[in-house]
Nanobody
Framework: QVQLVESGGGLVQAGGSLRLSCAASGRTSSSYAMGWFRQAPGKEREFVTFIRWSGGSTYYADSVKGRVTISRDNVNNTVYLQMNSLKPEDTAVYYC????????????????WGQGTQVTVSS
């Protein structure tokens, strides 16, 4: 089992920045990648970005590319999501996920989830 705890959400004005953190514990060696997804009310969970623990390769959704950066701290088993130039449409609950080698942009391919942290961007 892998436990994930997100933090760092909040209310920010459009154009502002936030940094989310996700601390992983438990059998972290079993996870191959860490990802961030988000879910707005009435919408399906949406891929944002992921990073592989080994090598650090990353992948971003087109909707956030250039505004968002994912990074990892292998020593502390923590993943960060730096979000800049935030827009009202970025408002959602942001979830951290841990997954195996087949993890993809589909939320169904991820194995473990955090409880989520609310990000609200006001216009």
């Amino acid at each position: 089992q892998v436990q994930l705890v997100e933090s760092g959400g909040g209310l920010v004005q459009a154009g502002g920045s936030l940094r989310l953190s996700c601390a992983a514990s438990g059998r972290t060696s079993s996870s191959y990648a860490m990802g961030w997804f988000r879910q707005a009310p009435g919408k399906e969970r949406e891929f944002v970005t992921f990073i592989r623990w080994s090598g650090g390769s990353t992948y971003y959704a087109d909707s956030v590319k250039g505004r968002v950066t994912i990074s990892r701290d292998n020593v502390n088993n923590t993943v960060y999501l730096q979000m800049n130039s935030l827009k009202p449409e970025d408002t959602a609950v942001y979830y951290c996920a841990a997954g195996g080698i087949f993890s993809s942009t589909s939320y169904r391919s991820w194995n473990y989830w955090g409880q989520g942290t609310q990000v609200t961007v006001s216009s």
